[in-house]
């Protein structure tokens, strides 16, 4: 299994400011992912972050808005830029361990934008 | 385009009664499929899933799922609920071996004791 940590686990923030998100994990893994989960909806894939490189993005998302770093194998960064109200989610960070293939999440990190 | 169709979006039982939360993907080549649940206030914890073989899987605390290739379905079972199992559950696809889940809208299983 791999254990991630997330910080913020949750924060309040003013409308147009920038929060960042931080994912670790404690083995190495393949793949890292970024997810969004609305309230009261299910969860959105917002990228794949790629190690050493520009992550990808799925439709609707865009770099402007959620710039993604991940500069080793065990670690990444997701910013939420200039918020308004409509960010207010939980943000997740999803890993793939080289292992076993298999898929897990940290436990997220709430925001809310006033 | 891959998606996830979950058919129940809030399910209230009783305790000690049977299961079954049904889920639909749409996608044509070989998938991996998955079943997730969030317990109130908790983050998302794998319950079970499916990457070859037998189509009848098991989790964990009694769940399990029947992958039935022709009909694109995965449904999620549990043949008598507990107060405790009171969630939510996600149903979620990952087509190729992307690594990329699609999930499905959830759905609220309320266990009244």
């Known amino acids: 299994s791999a254990v991630i940590s997330q910080k913020p686990s949750r924060d309040i923030c003013q409308r147009g400011t920038s929060l960042t998100i931080q994912c670790q994990v404690d083995?190495?893994?393949?793949?890292m992912f970024w997810y969004r989960q609305q309230p009261g909806q299910s969860l959105t894939l917002i990228a794949t972050?790629?190690?050493?490189?520009?992550?990808?993005?799925e439709s609707g998302f865009v770099i402007d808005k959620f710039p993604i770093s991940r500069p080793n194998l065990t670690f990444s960064t997701l910013t939420v830029s200039n918020m308004s109200p409509e960010d207010s989610s939980i943000y997740l960070c999803?890993?793939?361990?080289?292992?076993?293939?298999?898929?897990?999440f940290g436990e997220g990190s709430r925001l809310t934008v006033l | 385009a891959q998606s996830v169709s979950q058919h129940n979006h809030h399910v209230i039982l009783s305790e000690a009664a049977s299961l079954e939360l049904g889920c639909n993907y749409s996608?044509?080549?070989?998938?991996?499929l998955f079943w997730y649940v969030q317990y109130p206030g908790q983050h998302l914890q794998l319950l079970l899933k499916?990457?070859?073989?037998?189509?009848l899987v098991k989790g964990i605390k009694g769940f399990e799922a029947e992958f039935i290739k022709s009909k694109f379905s995965f449904n999620l079972r549990k043949p008598s609920v507990q107060w405790s199992d009171t969630a939510e559950y996600f149903c979620?696809?990952?087509?190729?071996?992307?690594?990329?889940?699609?999930f499905g809208q959830g759905t609220t299983l309320q266990v009244k004791p």
């Open positions: 999803s890993v793939m361990t080289v292992l076993s293939g298999e898929l897990f």
């Open positions: 083995s190495q893994v393949t793949m």
């Open positions: 972050a790629n190690q050493g490189s520009e992550a990808t993005y």
């Open positions: 996608y044509g080549g070989t998938v991996n």
């Open positions: 499916y990457f070859s073989g037998d189509p």
């Open positions: 979620a696809v990952n087509g190729g071996n992307t690594g990329k889940l699609i």
